[in-house]
């Protein structure tokens, strides 16, 4: 079982910036890709960015693009987001998940990855 941790959440203005981490063990070697989800109440749980291990393929979510950054530590088994004008509407908790190795599927389908963290929240206030 692979166990992701989140962390790097908090409260921030608008046009700031955070910098989300996900620690996760067996990248590489049990999985292959590590995606950045978000959620808010009533809603459905929603695609932000993506990266598969080589670090050379990465996927972002439309209303992300040019904001957001995915990057990986692979030494550190750690995939980051780095997260700059932020806006409200980027508000909500951020999961990281991870893909088994090997299976493939859609990079912004939750269903399509089969670990979870817990989850860290992201407030932004205009």
């Known amino acids: 079982q692979v166990q992701l941790v989140e962390s790097g959440g908090g409260s921030v203005q608008a046009g700031g910036s955070l910098r989300l981490t996900c620690a996760a063990p067996g990248y590489t070697t049990s999985t292959d890709r590590v995606g950045w989800f978000r959620q808010v109440p009533g809603k459905e749980r929603e695609a932000v960015a993506s990266i598969y291990m080589n670090g050379r393929s990465t996927d972002y979510a439309d209303s992300v693009k040019g904001r957001f950054t995915i990057s990986q530590d692979i030494a550190k088994l750690t995939v980051y987001l780095q997260m700059n004008s932020l806006q409200a509407e980027d508000t909500g908790m951020y999961y990281c998940?991870?893909?088994?190795?090997?299976?493939?599927?859609?990079?912004?389908?939750?269903?399509?990855?089969?670990?979870w963290g817990q989850g860290t929240q992201v407030t932004v206030s205009s």
């Open positions: 998940a991870a893909r088994r190795i090997g299976i493939g599927g859609a990079w912004n389908k939750p269903g399509d990855y089969h670990y």
